[in-house]
C-alpha cells in the first residue's frame, strides 16, 4: 500500500546494473497459515559491472527475525531496514547472506506472494511477489540456481511441490515431512514456486524427440481429476510442436501444471512448475464451452513455451517484458493454429485475434494508460501487465515473420538461443538475432518497441489502362500519445492482392522487384517512409484492392472502399481474413449511420442489399461454419465507439440492437435453417469442425431471441433443457437472458445444477452481468448472493468486469449510478487485492471521449477513487492518468 502522496515512478533510461549477483540460493520453509518461518542462505558476489558496494534487498509485508552475513550476527544498526527494504552498506566482495523471517500467508488477500487459497499454499511471484516471502534483490536479471526444502504438516498438505527436480522426501518424525527440490537451472525470483497442499494428479510418461522420458504431472484438487484430461493431451502437444516447430525440449525431467481457484492471472510459468487458475485446466463437456476448451489449449501452450522464450532466456528489467510475453503469446497463436491445421482454422483464429486488438489494444492504445511496447516508465509493474505488452507485443513478433519469412524466422530464433541462453536480455537483442540471422537492417524496426499509439495507415490507388499499370500509394501517420507528440515513420509490412472482376486472384509483379518464376498472388510492401508509391505491372483491367492482408500488420486502414467493392471481396476474397474484414466494413458504415440517427431521433432503415450480402455467407455451405459464424458477429459496441468523436453509450446500443434484430427477422427462415443443419448428435467432441457448427447454430439462435417469436424462445428452452454440452446449455441461457424474456427459471435451475462447480457459478454471474436488463440494483442483488466473494477475483470478474464492460447500456445509465458503483467497487477491491482493483479501475480511464453529461458523473467517480488515503501504487497510477490532461 501507498504510504505517501508521491509514489515512484521507475524510468528505463535509469537502469543499473546489480551492485551484487547471487550464485546460490538455498531456502527452507517451515509452512504454517498464521506463522510461516522462511530460511534464506544466499551466496553473493560483488558483481565486477557495478560499483557499488551496498547490498540492496527487498522485502515487503515480511519481518526480519535475524540476518547473518558471513557467519556473523549482525546488529540493527549494522544495516538499514524500510517497510520495502534492506540495505547492507559497504558489504565485502563474497557474502553469505542467512536471513529468517516470518510472513502470514493466511492473511495475504493479494494473492501476490506466499497465500493460501481453500487451506492450500500457493506462490505468485511475478512480478514483485518474491519480496514478500524473503529479503532478496527480486529483479530478472538476477539469476541463481535454488534448492528448496518444504516442511509442513503431512495430514494437512501431503503434497509438496518447488521447482525443478524431488531430489529427496520424508517423514521427519512429529506428524510432518519434508521434501528438497533442486532446480539445475539459474533463474530470477519471479519464477519461484511452492505448493504445499492437499492435491491428487493425473500422471504420465511421456518420451520426447530425443528420446528421453520425462513425467507429465497435473494436480488438482480432488474431486477435479475427471476434468484434467485435455489440459494434459494439451501440454503434450505443446512440448511436440516447440519441439518439431523451434527445435526447442523441455529440460527438466517433470514437468507440473497445479490448478488453483484464486489467483490474479491466466496462469504463471514457473520454471518446472506451472501454477494455473482452475478457469484454464479444468474442462469436460458438463462444464466446460468450446472457448473454455480453446483457452485451456492456448494457455496451457503458452505456459510451455515460457519454458524457453521467458525462463532459459528472461528480462534484464520490467520495460522489456513484451521479449518474454509478446513472443510467447506469437508462439501460443502458432501453436493454436497449427492444432486446428487447415487454412481456414488458421484464419478463424487470426480473426479472434484481430477482433481482440480491435477491442481492447487500439482504445488503450488511444487512452491514457498508452504506453510502448516497451514502456519508458512506470509506477507500478503490475499495471503493465496489458494487451500493448501481449497482444500488440505479439504482432511485432508476427511482423518480423511476415518480414522474413517462416525459414527466416526460425533462424533468427536460432541465434537468439545460440547468443542468450541463460540470460537476461533485452527487446534489442531479440530484433538484433533476427536481423543478423537473416543479413536484414532491421534498425528502423525498433520503432514498434518505443513508440506508443496504433499507426494509421492511409491507401489510394490509380490504374493506367495504356501503361496496364496499377498504382498503390500507402501513407502512414500515429496519433499523439502521452509525452509523445511526433512520431516517426515505422516500418510496416503491408501484404496486398488484386481480384479481378471474377473475383480471382491476379498473379502481382511489382515494378522494380526481381520477376519471380511464378508470380505470387500476395505481395508484402514495406512501408517505410511517410508516403510510398508501388507499381503492379502487367494487370489488364482495374482490379478491387484486397489491402493489409491477414492484418500484416496492427494498424487502422484507411481506404475509401465502395459498397461495390466491399460486397465483392466479402462474396470472393481467397485471404478470408480481409473476406471478413470487408463483411465488418460493410456493417460497421451502416452501424454508424444508425448511431446517428438514434441519437437524432430519426427512422432507422437497413438496405436490402447488406441483408442479402449476409444471406449468402449464412447460407454458403462451401465456408466453414466457424468463419461464417465469425461473419455474423457484427462490430461490438466499443469497437464502434473507437469510431464516433463523442460516445453516446445509449445510441450506439440502439443501433447495433434494430441491426442485430432486423437481421434476425429478415433471415429468419436462413437462420433456421442453419440452427438445425449445424447440430453435433454424438458424443461431444472440443475440435476444431464440431466446436465450428455448435457456434454457427448458437449465433443463429442469439439472431432469433433478438426479437423472438414464441417458436424461439421455446427452441431456445429446449436447447436449454436437453444440451449435452455446456456450449450448447450455457448458449441457449444466454440467449433468453439477452431476449427480454423471463429467464428466472432457466437461471435457477442451472445454478442449482452446478453450484458446487465454481466456474460455472462464474459463468452464471457473467450472463447475467452482460445482459442488457441487468442494471446497478441488479448486480448489487446479485453481490448479495451466497456464492458471491470480492476475494475471489475470478468471481469478482465474472460480475463486476461484465458489468462494467460487457453491458454499456447500463454501466453508463443517464443517472451516472453505474459510476457510483464502480467507484465503491474499485474502492472496496483495493483493500483486498490491488492488482484486480486497478483492472477493474481501467473500465473508465477513457471517460472524456463520452458526452459531456456523462463525463460529469465520470469524473466525479474517478476524483471519489482519488480523493481515498492509501489507495495503492496499482489504482493510484490508473486514476491519476485518467484524471490528468
Keep these: 500500500m501507498r504510504t505517501d502522496s508521491s509514489p515512484q515512478t521507475i524510468f528505463r533510461k535509469d537502469y543499473t546494473v546489480p551492485a551484487y549477483l547471487v550464485d546460490t540460493v538455498e531456502l527452507g520453509f517451515d509452512l504454517d497459515p498464521d506463522r510461516t518461518i522462511v530460511a534464506n542462505r544466499i551466496t553473493m558476489h560483488r558483481n565486477p559491472a557495478s560499483k557499488g558496494r551496498d547490498i540492496v534487498l527487498h522485502g515487503e509485508e515480511i519481518e526480519l527475525v535475524q540476518l547473518r552475513l558471513n557467519g556473523k550476527l549482525l546488529a540493527a544498526s549494522q544495516y538499514r531496514l524500510t517497510p520495502t527494504s534492506l540495505t547492507i552498506p559497504k558489504a565485502p566482495a563474497e557474502v553469505v547472506l542467512e536471513i529468517e523471517t516470518l510472513c502470514a500467508p493466511v492473511k495475504n488477500t493479494t494473492l501476490s506472494g506466499l497465500y493460501v487459497s481453500n487451506g492450500n499454499f500457493f506462490t505468485q511471484c511475478e512480478a514483485e511477489g518474491f519480496r514478500r516471502i524473503t529479503y532478496f534483490p527480486d529483479r530478472p536479471d538476477v539469476m541463481a540456481k535454488y534448492t528448496v526444502m518444504l516442511r509442513a504438516d503431512k495430514a494437512r498438505y501431503p503434497v509438496l511441490l518447488s521447482n525443478g527436480n524431488l531430489i529427496e522426501e520424508g517423514d521427519l518424525g512429529d506428524g510432518r515431512h519434508y521434501a528438497k527440490w533442486e532446480d539445475p537451472f539459474k533463474k530470477p525470483s519471479y519464477l519461484f514456486a511452492l505448493v504445499a497442499a492437499r492435491l491428487v494428479c493425473q500422471e504420465e510418461r511421456y518420451t520426447l524427440k530425443s528420446g528421453r522420458e520425462v513425467l507429465l504431472q497435473v494436480w488438482v484438487e480432488e474431486g477435479n481429476l475427471d476434468k484434467t484430461d485435455y489440459a494434459m493431451q ?145 509506477v507500478e509493474i503490475n499495471n503493465f501487465y496489458t494487451v500493448t505488452v501481449y497482444e500488440k507485443g505479439a504482432e511485432v513478433v508476427r511482423m518480423y515473420q511476415t518480414l522474413l519469412g517462416r525459414d527466416g524466422f526460425r533462424k533468427g530464433m536460432d ?32 520503432r514498434w518497441y518505443s513508440q506508443a499509439g496504433t499507426p494509421v495507415v492511409t491507401a489510394s490507388t490509380r490504374y493506367d489502362v495504356g501503361a496496364r499499370c496499377y498504382e498503390v500509394t500507402l501513407s502512414q501517420r500515429c496519433p499523439a500519445t502521452a509525452g509523445q507528440p511526433d512520431k516517426l515513420p515505422f516500418h510496416i509490412p503491408v501484404a496486398v492482392g488484386l481480384l479481378d472482376a471474377n473475383g480471382k486472384d491476379l498473379p502481382l509483379r511489382l515494378d522494380g522487384a526481381p520477376s519471380p518464376k511464378h508470380a505470387p498472388t500476395t505481395v508484402v510492401l514495406e512501408l517505410t517512409e511517410a508516403t510510398q508509391t508501388f507499381r503492379f505491372k502487367g494487370i489488364d483491367a482495374k482490379p478491387t484492392p484486397s489491402l493489409l492482408r491477414g492484418f500484416s500488420a496492427p494498424v487502422v486502414l484507411e481506404y475509401d472502399y465502395t459498397d461495390a467493392e466491399l460486397l ?250 453505474g459510476y457510483d458503483f464502480w467507484a465503491e467497487q474499485v474502492i472496496a477491491l483495493d483493500k483486498i487485492n490491488p492488482q484486480v482493483a486497478a483492472r477493474l479501475a481501467r473500465s473508465m480511464d477513457r471517460w472524456r471521449r463520452y458526452a459531456p453529461a456523462l463525463q460529469v458523473h465520470m469524473r466525479h467517480a474517478l476524483e471519489r477513487v482519488a480523493a481515498r488515503a492509501k489507495l495503492s501504487n496499482d489504482v493510484l497510477e490508473v486514476i491519476s492518468k485518467a484524471l490528468s490532461n
Excluded at 249 to 276: H, S, T, Y
Excluded at 329 to 336: I, K, T
Excluded at 353 to 371: C, I, K, N, S, Y
Design 415 to 446: 541465434l537468439y538461443f545460440e547468443r542468450h541462453d541463460g540470460q537476461a536480455v533485452e527487446c534489442d537483442d531479440f530484433r538484433a538475432a533476427m536481423a543478423d540471422a537473416n543479413g536484414r537492417d532491421l534498425t528502423q524496426f525498433e
Design 234 to 378: 494439451s501440454l503434450k502437444n505443446s512440448i511436440r510442436w516447440d519441439e518439431e516447430r523451434f527445435g526447442l525440449e523441455l529440460d527438466l525431467d517433470r514437468f507440473m501444471i497445479v490448478a488453483v481457484g484464486d489467483f490474479n492471472m491466466g496462469a504463471m510459468e514457473n520454471k518446472g512448475l506451472n501454477i494455473f487458475n482452475t478457469k484454464y485446466v479444468l474442462a469436460n463437456p458438463r462444464v466446460a464451452t468450446d472457448v473454455d476448451y480453446a483457452g485451456i489449449e492456448a494457455v496451457v501452450g503458452h505456459e510451455y513455451f515460457h519454458n524457453w522464450t521467458g525462463n532459459r532466456v528472461t528480462c534484464r528489467d520490467w520495460f522489456q517484458l513484451s521479449l518474454k510475453e509478446g513472443l510467447t503469446v506469437f508462439r501460443d497463436q502458432e501453436f493454436s493454429a497449427d492444432m486446428i491445421g487447415t487454412d481456414t482454422g488458421r484464419a478463424v483464429t487470426r480473426i479472434d485475434q484481430v477482433r481482440t486488438l480491435r477491442q481492447a489494444q487500439f482504445p488503450e492504445d488511444a487512452g491514457p494508460m498508452a504506453h510502448p511496447v516497451r514502456p519508458d516508465s512506470f
Design 568 to 817: 465483392h471481396l466479402f462474396s470472393h476474397d481467397s485471404d478470408p481474413v480481409n473476406r471478413w474484414e470487408a463483411g465488418q466494413r460493410l456493417a460497421m458504415e451502416r452501424l454508424l449511420v444508425l448511431t446517428s440517427a438514434v441519437a437524432a431521433g430519426d427512422t432507422l432503415a437497413l438496405d436490402d442489399t447488406f441483408i442479402a450480402a449476409f444471406r449468402n455467407v449464412l447460407t454458403d455451405d462451401t465456408l466453414d461454419p466457424a468463419f461464417r459464424e465469425l461473419t455474423l458477429i457484427l462490430p461490438s459496441e466499443t469497437i464502434i465507439a473507437e469510431q464516433v468523436a463523442v460516445v453516446d453509450p445509449q445510441a450506439i446500443h440502439g443501433a447495433r440492437q434494430f441491426m442485430r434484430r432486423t437481421l434476425g427477422a429478415a433471415l429468419r427462415p436462413e437462420l433456421l435453417a442453419q440452427y438445425h443443419a449445424n447440430q453435433t448428435p454424438g458424443a461431444y467432441s472440443p475440435d476444431a469442425v464440431s466446436a465450428g457448427k455448435r457456434a454457427l447454430k448458437n449465433v443463429a439462435l442469439a439472431y432469433l431471441l433478438v426479437a423472438p417469436q414464441d417458436d424461439d424462445l421455446a427452441l431456445a428452452r429446449q436447447q436449454f433443457e436437453q444440451a449435452t454440452n455446456m456450449t450448447d446449455r450455457a448458449a441457449a441461457l444466454s440467449a433468453l437472458i439477452h431476449s427480454g424474456a423471463d429467464a428466472s427459471a432457466s437461471l435457477a435451475s442451472f445454478y442449482a445444477d452446478f453450484e458446487h462447480e465454481a466456474l460455472v457459478v462464474d459463468k452464471w454471474f457473467a450472463m447475467q452481468a452482460a445482459a442488457p436488463g441487468t442494471d446497478v440494483a441488479a448486480v448489487r442483488k446479485l453481490m448479495q448472493h451466497p456464492a458471491f466473494t470480492l476475494k475471489n477475483p475470478n468471481r469478482a470478474r465474472s460480475l463486476l468486469f461484465n458489468f462494467a464492460n460487457a453491458n454499456p447500456p447500463q454501466f453508463h445509465a443517464a443517472d451516472g449510478s
